[in-house]
């Protein structure tokens, strides 16, 4: 069901005195993730902004399921469904060594056009098509 991936590696100075990856690091892959993602389907956060469209996040649900630690190599993964006037990224980051999910998370984000909430972003809306299951 995830339709995009990213590797990336842990970095020493991304992990806390226990010798995992910080909690708050863990929303910096997957902000990198979506950034990575958008840029790839020819979306540009800076293009939309300078038409004043700002996609924002309005909420964020994460479970963490397994500790990284330095040097892990992992998969950021996503897909993109749409509630309401809410695209919902849902993400998994999974350690390449094992396969074994990371954490889990659900990314609420709404679209704003010169600061007023919009019902839907066509180029948004062709994501959340791409990541629909295809039927026979």
Do not use: W
Request: some cysteine; glycine content about 6%; proline content about 3%.
């Amino acid at each position: 069901m995830y339709i995009f991936e990213l590797e990336l590696k842990v970095r020493d100075y991304e992990c806390d005195i226990q010798g995992i990856v910080n909690n708050s690091v863990y929303q910096q892959y997957l902000e990198h993730t979506r950034h990575e993602f958008l840029e790839e389907n020819g979306i540009s956060f800076a293009v939309l902004h300078q038409q004043g469209i700002d996609a924002v996040v309005s909420s964020i649900e994460i479970a963490y399921k397994s500790p990284l630690k330095p040097g892990d190599r992992f998969t950021s993964k996503l897909y993109v469904t749409k509630e309401g006037v809410r695209y919902i990224f849902h993400q998994g980051i999974f350690r390449k060594s094992d396969n074994k999910l990371a954490i889990k998370a659900k990314v609420h984000a709404v679209v704003v056009i010169n600061g007023k909430l919009v019902a839907a972003l066509p180029e948004f809306d062709e994501l959340v098509k791409r990541s629909q299951p295809v039927s026979d």
